[in-house]
């Protein structure tokens, strides 16, 4: 029998000066690394979307943040060595609180930049991160 795996996780959509706040995934992310997503991830058994897109965030780029909108709910199927992943993502409208940019160290995540629409397009980005962009530069 196939083993069924699935994953809740929630991420910020931060746009400040017409650029927005991307991650880098690492090495530790081997199908993807050196592909840009948004800053955020998995939730913690009972814990709200709102307060893991918060805690996620802060991990990942060293910035607090609080929850605003919610801007997109994404769904992702995959297989990785025979299992079975389904993947719910919440994607909420990150609003800046305070702290300065920072790396996670050994994490999921290596670097953060600041990309403006054409930049971020240039890069190499996953699905979820794509989506973020299309909303983030929306008319």
């Known amino acids: ?4 795996v699935s994953r809740v996780s929630a991420y ?7 650029k927005i706040l991307l991650c880098r995934l690492s090495q530790r992310v081997m199908k993807s ?3 840009w997503t948004l800053p955020g991830g998995g939730l913690d058994f009972g814990e709200s979307p ?8 802060a991990e990942e780029t060293g910035l607090m943040v609080k ?7 994404d769904s992702l ?5 025979g299992t079975l992943f389904h ?37 190499p980005l996953i699905g979820l991160s794509q989506l973020g962009v299309k909303h983030a530069f929306a008319p």
Do not use: P
Request: glycine share 8%; charged share 25%.
């Open 1 to 4: 029998m196939t083993k069924k």
């Open 12 to 18: 910020g959509l931060l746009v400040k000066d017409e």
């Open 33 to 35: 690394a050196g592909h």
């Open 50 to 57: 709102e307060v893991g897109m918060v805690r996620e965030f």
């Open 67 to 73: 929850a605003g909108s919610l801007v997109a709910v």
């Open 77 to 81: 199927s995959d297989e990785v060595n």
């Open 87 to 123: 993947s719910i993502r919440i994607l909420y409208k990150a609003i800046y609180v305070s702290g300065e940019l920072q790396f996670e160290q050994d994490g999921t995540t290596d670097l953060c930049e600041w990309f403006t629409e054409q930049q971020a397009l240039a890069q």
